[in-house]
């Protein structure tokens, strides 16, 4: 059957705007810019704080935020709002496991397996607590995407087993009337080739029957961390002559395969920073903190498309991909290539360069 939009669980809702991404402008880009006497752009600032990005939930400490955040949203949303609670759930062992600049705190050797169920188990019990706000959850960026493409390499072909087990565990525990979850599913570049967008559809298919098709797992989520476009008219150079050259034809080639192996999906997908098309992509791998990049489509559940529930901001523009400290532990080559901003500070960490590249850049502008 045709999708329909008429039963999108995210209609009416807005995206909650978090303090912490607010604190990070205003103790950064708002003095910065202010400094450089542009009090224009300092204000434009201000507005992108008001703007509901995800709050990734990156370590096991930060889960305790979540009851500070849906005590705010109760109190806004009983003066009128209806807002929604965004979060990231991104912890698994051996996290990013293809790549070296978001590797997390757990690791399988050190009871990682235990330790996630534990901050899975946390983050319930925060849900729980406030069954009358609505939380919409991203489920783990990279990971099953990079089981699709990434076997090849040893970190991922050893976490395989996991990511699996623990991501049905992660769905199954968080289902919830007061939740809609989104597993993470790369993006046009990365699944949405030939090679790879079939045996994707047979993995999400699988995990979402293996967990009993949890209800208030809605769909995917796209884009996250990355810049293509929504729609995009023509192919760029840097899209290797792939015909999937945006979100909407990924989704769109997706949605039927899924459905075939029984998950009726929906989508998100990401317009952080995705305004400016094509982008400076030297080749469509390029992940790590884009040059010429700027804020898009403003989250909203108005998408005109049936598959879409809404555009979202997952990945909080300004907040770093990876260092470009190439004596850092954690240093990715990729945040060393000539289409990557630098000096770079470590990822999740603030990027001033960065935001204010985006700012700049914003499509629609600010
Ligand atoms: O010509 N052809 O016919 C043809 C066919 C197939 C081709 O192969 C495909 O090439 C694609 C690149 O074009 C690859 O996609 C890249 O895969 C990387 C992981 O390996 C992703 O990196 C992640 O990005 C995340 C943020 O998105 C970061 O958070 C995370 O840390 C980081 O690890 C890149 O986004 C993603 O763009 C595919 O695997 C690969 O299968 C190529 C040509
Ligand atoms: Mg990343």
């Known amino acids: 059957?045709?999708?329909?939009?008429?039963?999108?669980?995210?209609?009416?809702?807005?995206?909650?705007?978090?303090?912490?991404?607010?604190?990070?402008?205003?103790?950064?880009?708002?003095?910065?810019?202010?400094?450089?006497?542009?009090?224009?752009?300092?204000?434009?600032?201000?507005?992108?704080?008001?703007?509901?990005?995800?709050?990734?939930?990156?370590?096991?400490?930060?889960?305790?935020?979540?009851?500070?955040?849906?005590?705010?949203?109760?109190?806004?949303?009983?003066?009128?709002?209806?807002?929604?609670?965004?979060?990231?759930?991104?912890?698994?062992?051996?996290?990013?496991?293809?790549?070296?600049?978001?590797?997390?705190?757990?690791?399988?050797?050190?009871?990682?397996?235990?330790?996630?169920?534990?901050?899975?188990?946390?983050?319930?019990?925060?849900?729980?607590?406030?069954?009358?706000?609505?939380?919409?959850?991203?489920?783990?960026?990279?990971?099953?995407?990079?089981?699709?493409?990434?076997?090849?390499?040893?970190?991922?072909?050893?976490?395989?087993?996991?990511?699996?087990?623990?991501?049905?565990?992660?769905?199954?525990?968080?289902?919830?009337?007061?939740?809609?979850?989104?597993?993470?599913?790369?993006?046009?570049?990365?699944?949405?080739?030939?090679?790879?967008?079939?045996?994707?559809?047979?993995?999400?298919?699988?995990l979402y029957t293996d967990a009993g098709k949890p209800a208030s797992v809605r769909g995917l989520a796209t884009n996250v961390a990355n810049y293509n476009a929504w729609t995009l008219p023509t192919c760029a150079s840097y899209q290797q002559g792939s015909k999937t050259c945006d979100e909407k034809t990924y989704i769109t080639n997706f949605a039927p395969l899924l459905e075939a192996e029984g998950f009726p999906a929906h989508f998100v997908t990401d317009t952080g920073r995705n305004g400016v098309q094509p982008t400076k992509q030297q080749a469509w791998g390029d992940w790590c903190n884009v040059i010429g990049t700027g804020f898009g489509v403003r989250p909203t559940t108005e998408t005109s498309e049936p598959l879409l529930d809404a555009f979202v901001w997952v990945k909080p523009g300004g907040e770093c991909d990876g260092t470009s400290n190439t004596t850092a532990t954690r240093y990715d080559a990729h945040c060393g290539l000539d289409d990557a901003l630098k000096p770079a500070p470590e990822a999740g960490t603030w990027f001033e360069a960065y935001f204010e590249q985006l700012l700049v850049n914003a499509n629609p502008a600010f």
């Open 1 to 206: 059957p045709a999708a329909t939009n008429t039963d999108n669980p995210l209609a009416g809702y807005e995206f909650y705007a978090n303090p912490y991404y607010a604190s990070e402008v205003s103790s950064s880009a708002v003095p910065t810019l202010s400094a450089k006497g542009s009090a224009t752009w300092a204000a434009k600032a201000t507005e992108v704080a008001k703007i509901g990005s995800f709050t990734w939930l990156d370590t096991r400490a930060k889960v305790p935020t979540i009851a500070d955040y849906a005590a705010d949203v109760q109190k806004q949303n009983a003066a009128g709002a209806k807002l929604t609670l965004p979060l990231v759930v991104y912890d698994l062992p051996e996290r990013d496991c293809a790549a070296l600049a978001s590797n997390g705190e757990l690791s399988l050797a050190n009871n990682g397996s235990a330790l996630y169920k534990d901050y899975i188990n946390s983050i319930k019990t925060q849900i729980d607590a406030f069954p009358d706000v609505f939380f919409t959850l991203v489920i783990e960026p990279d990971s099953l995407a990079n089981l699709v493409t990434n076997t090849n390499v040893a970190k991922c072909a050893n976490a395989e087993t996991a990511y699996k087990e623990l991501t049905a565990y992660a769905i199954k525990t968080l289902d919830s009337k007061n939740v809609v979850q989104y597993l993470d599913a790369g993006h046009a570049g990365w699944l949405g080739w030939p090679a790879n967008i079939a045996p994707a559809a047979k993995l999400f298919g699988q």
